[in-house]
């Protein structure tokens, strides 16, 4: 019996392998994190630690371009870490140089992304503030 967080994951196998990742042309396409079917635990997991992530760093509409897809890096990496862990603790055997690979590119990542949360600037501009102030 696979332990819960994994006992999911064969739907997102079984629609790779059954050529989701394909256009009708038959060329490969790459999948993202929003293609991920949604009522699965790992993809529900990358979903709500990437919102939190972007909500720590000040939210998506403050990042580049190259953070965000660095934040999809975290995140993955993040998930994958997690499986890795919830393995081991079961009882699974988990190759330790494969963990420490992944836990390294996780700490490279999220080291340039920042450790700390960025304060989001909520200050509402004059015009907002006024039109606000008449609604009033």
Request: net charge negative.
């Given at each position: 019996?696979?332990?819960?967080?994994?006992?999911d994951?064969?739907?997102?196998?079984?629609?790779?392998?059954?050529?989701?990742?394909?256009?009708?042309?038959?060329?490969?396409?790459?999948?993202?994190?929003?293609?991920?079917?949604?009522?699965?635990?790992?993809?529900?997991?990358?979903?709500?630690?990437?919102?939190?992530?972007?909500?720590?760093?000040?939210g998506?509409?403050?990042?580049?371009?190259?953070?965000?897809?660095?934040?999809?890096?975290?995140?993955?990496?993040?998930?994958?870490l997690?499986?890795?862990?919830?393995?081991?603790?079961?009882?699974?055997?988990?190759?330790?140089?494969?963990?420490?690979?992944?836990?390294?590119?996780?700490?490279?990542?999220a080291?340039?992304?920042?450790?700390?949360?960025?304060?989001?600037?909520?200050?509402?501009?004059?015009?907002?503030?006024?039109?606000?102030?008449?609604?009033?």
């Amino acid at each position: 019996m696979q332990p819960e967080h994994l006992s999911d994951t064969s739907t997102i196998e079984e629609q790779s392998a059954a050529g989701s990742s394909l256009k009708a042309s038959g060329k490969a396409r790459p999948l993202s994190l929003d293609e991920l079917d949604g009522r699965t635990l790992v993809a529900r997991y990358v979903r709500q630690t990437r919102a939190e992530v972007l909500a720590d760093l000040g939210g998506e509409e403050n990042l580049s371009t190259l953070e965000r897809v660095l934040v999809d890096s975290v995140v993955m990496a993040a998930a994958m870490l997690r499986d890795k862990g919830a393995r081991w603790m079961t009882g699974e055997e988990v190759d330790a140089t494969e963990l420490c690979t992944l836990q390294n590119a996780f700490n490279r990542s999220a080291a340039s992304l920042g450790w700390r949360r960025r304060s989001k600037d909520i200050t509402p501009d004059l015009r907002r503030y006024l039109q606000k102030g008449e609604a009033a």
